[in-house]
T-cell receptor, first 110, second 112 residues
C-alpha cells in the first residue's frame, strides 16, 4: 500500500508562519490534498494541487510540491488560534482511493 | 446547498451486533466513498460506490458491505461487530473522476 508520512506535532506562535510537511511514496499520484480536522468534526478540504504543478497559493495557504523528492508542504501565513487543528495530507492516483497520512497536530500559542 | 450529511452521529453497539450507517452526498455529486478513522489515525479507505456499484475496495473484510441508491445516497453495513471496529466512520462524496472530495461530520461508533 501507499505510505504517506507526516510529523505528529507542530507548535507555533500566533502571527508566525506554520509549515507542515508530508512525504508520499507513489510517484503516479495525480492529486495531492491538504485537509483540516477540528476536534470531533469531519475533514475540511483546504486545498489541493495537481501533480504537474510546483506551487499553489490560496490566500494564507501556500502548497509546495517537490515531485522528485515526493515531498509536499503546506505553509500557513499569519497563523491564528483558529488554525489549531489536525492537518492531513492525502494522495490520490485515480480519484477513487485517497491515502491519508496520520496527521499533524498544529497548536497555535497566543 | 447542503453538504455531505451522515446519520446517526453517535451510536453504541455490542460485540456481534450489526450496524447500518447512512450518508447523503453533496448536491450534484454522484460518487460516495466510506472511510474508517480510528482514534489518532488518518482515515482508511473502505470502499467507493458509483452508479450503484462498488467501484473500488480497500483492505477491509467482507463484514463491511455497502449500498448506493438511485438518488446517490449510500449505506455502510458492518456485521459481527468487533471491539476494533470502534471508530469514526466518514462518508465522502465527489463528482466522478479525480478532484475534490468532500467529507461529512462522521458517525462515531463505539463497540462494547
Amino acid at each position: 500500500g501507499e505510505d504517506v508520512e507526516q510529523s505528529l506535532f507542530l507548535s507555533v506562535r500566533e502571527g508566525d508562519s506554520s509549515v507542515i510537511n508530508c512525504t508520499y511514496t507513489d510517484s503516479s499520484s495525480t492529486y495531492l490534498y491538504w485537509y483540516k480536522q477540528e476536534p470531533g468534526a469531519g475533514l475540511q478540504l483546504l486545498t489541493y494541487i495537481f501533480s504537474n504543478m510546483d506551487m499553489k497559493q490560496d490566500q494564507r495557504l501556500t502548497v509546495l510540491l517537490n515531485k522528485k523528492d515526493k515531498h509536499l508542504s503546506l505553509r500557513i501565513a499569519d497563523t491564528q488560534t483558529g488554525d489549531s487543528a489536525i492537518y492531513f495530507c492525502a494522495e490520490s492516483i485515480s480519484g477513487n482511493q485517497f491515502y491519508f497520512g496520520t496527521g499533524t497536530s498544529l497548536t497555535v500559542i497566543p | 446547498d447542503a453538504g455531505v450529511t451522515q446519520s446517526p452521529t453517535h451510536l453504541i453497539k455490542t460485540r456481534g451486533q450489526q450496524v447500518t450507517l447512512r450518508c447523503s452526498p453533496k448536491s450534484g455529486h454522484d460518487t460516495v466513498s466510506w472511510y474508517q478513522q480510528a482514534l489518532g489515525q488518518g482515515p482508511q479507505f473502505i470502499f467507493q460506490y458509483y452508479e450503484e456499484e462498488e467501484r473500488q475496495r480497500g483492505n477491509f473484510p467482507d463484514r463491511f458491505s455497502g449500498h448506493q441508491f438511485p438518488n446517490y445516497s449510500s449505506e455502510l453495513n458492518v456485521n459481527a461487530l468487533l471491539l476494533g471496529d470502534s471508530a469514526l466512520y466518514l462518508c465522502a462524496s465527489s463528482f466522478s473522476g479525480p478532484g475534490e472530495l468532500f467529507f461529512g461530520e462522521g458517525s462515531r461508533l463505539t463497540v462494547l
